[in-house]
């Protein structure tokens, strides 16, 4: 079974910056995408970013593009979103997700981690 665990996140200003993990094992990744998604309290589950596990495609949503960028370390089977000029709007959970396809849509994904809490003040 495939396990993925998120970390970094944390508390900050507006306009700060975090760097959200995620670490997979499991199985190999080649030919699979990992995906972050978020959720405020009482919205639904939103994709945020994807990234091929060769780090070759990647996919973000209109509300973070030029502010987030995925990446993935295949050595150290993590991937990163590195998020900068964070907003109050960006408050959520973040949670990674593995899917077999590249899809912005919560179903194509598989395997969840278990979340992570990014809180921006303003």
């Known amino acids: 079974q495939v396990q993925l665990v998120e970390s970094g996140g944390g508390l900050v200003q507006a306009g700060g910056s975090l760097r959200l993990s995620c670490a997979a094992s499991?199985?190999?990744?080649?030919?699979?995408?990992m995906g972050w998604f978020r959720q405020a309290p009482g919205k639904e589950r939103e994709f945020v970013a994807t990234i091929s596990w060769s780090g070759i495609s990647t996919l973000y949503a209109d509300s973070v593009k030029g502010r987030f960028t995925i990446s993935v370390n295949n050595r150290l089977n993590t991937v990163y979103l590195q998020m900068n000029s964070l907003k109050p709007e960006d408050t959520a959970v973040y949670y990674c997700?593995?899917?077999?396809?590249?899809?912005?849509?919560?179903?194509?994904?598989?395997?969840w981690g278990q979340g992570t809490q990014v809180t921006v003040s303003s």
């Open positions: 997700a593995l899917s077999d396809r590249i899809s912005t849509m919560t179903y194509a994904y598989d395997y």
């Open positions: 499991g199985r190999t990744f080649s030919r699979y995408t």
